[in-house]
């Protein structure tokens, strides 16, 4: 909105996602006209500088149990706790933060399940632990193009693992440990799966492009659209059992096969396995 010929009033967000009202004159000099806690968004602005708003407060959270639980217990720690995953033994729990708390560049955060104190562990957005539960797998989203990133949960260094011209998206551990797949796609191109070895080494791409869907543990086959992808180029086959509107989530361990979301008569979602 204009409160004059010469200046542009907007809400927008300087850090994470709370938006405060800005000025901005036609000759680029910015300034802040009013913060407030939450999120405010700008109606309209009146010739005499009465200015109509609206504040948004809205916050993301974290709801879980361990194992022998009865209640659900909540496992956010700041404004926007995003993206949990949880270490095999169902004790540990990474987490993003995002939001006025995780900052521009996000935080990684990991706190133990039964509610104990959250520990921030670096920058980036979080997408798997390592079975050890020595190593968490992160997004490192600066500078660009976003890259894969360990980050150690004790004592130790950030290691970055990816260091090429694609932008990654996800990542996760192969059952063995000495490999990664991950989702990235070179700009321009579409999106696919490459698989990589951690010691080092060009990553390998396992499907074709346009095909980012859940790779199994051992990152030889992928779930993606009704149909299982294989790493090593064979024709996609569908997925015996999945309905029209499933949607698979993971894949289970022993024996194999896949968690899937599905909706019943009621409405409500219910994780099925096939």
Known sequence: ????????????????????????????????????????????????????????NSRLGLIGRMRGDTKDRDLSWLDW??????????????????????????????????????????????????????????????????????????????????????????????????????????PGQQPRIHLQDLSGGAPKPITPEGVVGIPSPDGRLTAFDGKIYSGDGAPPRPVPGLEADDRVIAWASEPRGLFVARRNESGAVQIVRL
Do not use: C
């Open 81 to 186: 706790s995003n993206s949990p995953v949880i270490s095999d033994d169902g004790k540990t729990l990474v987490f993003t933060e995002q939001g006025v708390g995780g900052g521009q560049e996000y935080s990684v955060y990991l706190r133990t399940m039964d509610g104990g104190p959250a520990l921030r562990l670096g920058s980036g957005t979080a997408t798997d632990i390592s079975k050890d539960g020595k190593w968490v797998l992160t997004v490192r989203l600066n500078p660009a193009p976003a890259q894969l990133v360990l980050l150690p949960t004790g004592a130790g260094e950030p290691r970055v693992v990816t260091s090429d011209t694609l932008v990654h998206d996800f990542g996760k551990f192969t059952v063995d440990g000495a490999q990664i797949v991950f989702g990235g796609y070179e």
């Open 1 to 56: 909105a204009s409160r004059t010929d010469s200046t542009i009033w907007f809400t927008g967000p300087e850090r994470g996602s709370a938006r405060a009202l800005h000025a901005v004159t036609t000759a680029g000099a910015v300034r802040t006209v009013m913060r407030s806690f939450g999120s405010l968004h700008l109606g309209d602005v009146a010739a005499d500088g009465t200015v109509l708003l609206w504040n948004e």
